[in-house]
Nanobody, 121 residues
Framework: QVQLVESGGGLVQPGGSLRLSCAAS????????MGWYRQAPEKERELVAA???????NYAASVKGRFTISRDNAKNMLYLQMNSLKPEDTAVYYC???????????????WGKGTLVTVSS
C-alpha cells in the first residue's frame, strides 16, 4: 500500500507565502514523476507543477515565477513553495506521484487527499 499525505495548507493574505509538503510512504520501490495539482470550487482539477525523477520541472503559466516545485528523493518528499499568492490561487492542492511498488511492476498513479489553500484578506 502506498500513501501520499499533504500538509502545509492554510489561510494566507494576498502576497504571502506558503510551503506545501507531500510525504510518500508504504511499499515504494521507486518514484517516477511527481506533481502538484489543484482544484478550485466549481472548476476542474489542473496541473500546477511537475517534476520528473531527474530532469526539468514544468509549471502552469499562471504560477510560473511564483511557485517552485522540488523533491527529496531520499525522503520520498515533494514540496511546493508558493510565493506572491493571489486570491485566484485558492484551491485544494493535491499531490500526485507515479510509483513502482516492486522492481518489475509498472508505475501506478497515486493521489493524496489534498490540502486547502485559501488566499484572502
Amino acid at each position: 500500500q502506498v500513501q501520499l499525505v499533504e500538509s502545509g495548507g492554510g489561510l494566507v493574505q494576498p502576497g504571502g507565502s506558503l510551503r506545501l509538503s507531500c510525504a510518500a510512504s508504504g511499499r515504494i520501490w521507486s518514484i517516477n514523476a511527481m506533481g502538484w495539482y489543484r482544484q478550485a470550487p466549481e472548476k476542474e482539477r489542473e496541473l500546477v507543477a511537475a517534476i520528473p525523477s531527474g530532469g526539468n520541472t514544468n509549471y502552469a503559466a499562471s504560477v510560473k515565477g511564483r511557485f517552485t516545485i522540488s523533491r527529496d528523493n531520499a525522503k520520498n518528499m515533494l514540496y511546493l513553495q508558493m510565493n506572491s499568492l493571489k486570491p485566484e490561487d485558492t484551491a485544494v492542492y493535491y499531490c500526485n506521484a507515479i510509483i513502482k511498488t516492486t522492481r518489475y511492476s509498472y508505475g501506478m498513479d497515486y493521489w493524496g487527499k489534498g490540502t486547502l489553500v485559501t488566499v484572502s484578506s
